[in-house]
């Protein structure tokens, strides 16, 4: 089955502690991103990568790091996790063929709260 | 910048009452758009999308038409079910592809038996 996989789906952490994220798809696809979702603001892009080794800021890049070593993996680091980081997590990913206007392929979400 | 606008839930019906929800969206040049939805404890998925001016988007009996003219792409559908019970995104993607997707902020859509 088609699928990005994300983890963990809840989490509870403190302040300062690092976390890593975790997303990996099984489609091949080129294009992997990384969006926040906040009541009220939507969806907003943190990172995204075109390719192996090839990683690009989003909207809101403060705070986090990703790194894209294998196709299929594109995690998500929280060096220092703060509370206004505290937020739902989606994963996602597209074939990014010439011309592909479209689908994108989200995770499930992973739930993160800082105290 | 690129933005998208939609309107403010929650929109409440019921069983078999026509749905809209309104998108407009500001971007230069001509954007793909698209509509999302996301299920209780789910994911986004793609619901419907349109790739230039006049295009109409259908799936599961929702359809949007893109136009240019109100910059607009508001989501219908004639007949909602309680299954319909979703938030609703809109979106756009300023390159006509889909790296920097830029979403509005979610129209909650509550549908009663």
């Known amino acids: 089955e088609a699928q990005v996989t994300q983890n963990p789906r809840y989490l509870i952490t403190v302040t300062g502690k690092k976390l890593t994220v975790t997303c990996s798809q099984n489609?091949?696809?080129?294009?992997m991103s990384w969006y926040r979702q906040d009541p009220g603001l939507g969806l907003r892009q943190i990172y995204y990568?075109?390719?192996?080794?090839?990683?690009d800021k989003g909207d809101v890049p403060e705070g986090y790091k990703v790194s894209r070593k294998e196709k299929r993996n594109f995690p998500l680091i929280l060096e220092s996790p703060s509370p206004n980081q505290t937020s739902l997590y989606f994963c996602?990913?597209?074939?990014?063929?010439?011309?592909?206007?479209?689908?994108?392929?989200f995770g499930e979400g992973s739930r993160l709260t800082v105290l | 910048g690129d933005s998208v606008t939609q309107m403010e839930g929650p929109v409440t019906l019921s069983e078999e009452a026509f749905l809209t929800i309104n998108c407009t969206y500001t971007?230069?040049?001509?954007?793909?758009l698209f509509w999302y939805v996301q299920y209780p404890g789910e994911g986004l998925q793609l619901l419907l999308k349109?790739?230039?001016?006049?295009d109409k988007g259908s799936n599961k009996g929702f359809e949007a038409t893109y136009r240019k003219e109100t910059t607009s792409f508001h989501l219908e559908k004639g007949s909602v079910q309680v299954s319909d019970s979703a938030v609703y995104f809109c979106?756009?993607?300023?390159?006509?592809?889909?790296?920097?997707?830029?979403f509005g902020t979610g129209t909650r859509l509550l549908v009663s038996p």
């Open positions: 996602a990913s597209s074939s990014g063929l010439a011309g592909d206007t479209g689908e994108l392929f």
């Open positions: 489609m091949n696809h080129e294009y």
């Open positions: 990568s075109m390719n192996v080794e090839a990683t």
């Open positions: 971007a230069t040049g001509y954007p793909s």
């Open positions: 349109a790739t230039k001016a006049d």
């Open positions: 979106a756009l993607s300023p390159l006509g592809g889909f790296q920097k997707l830029v």
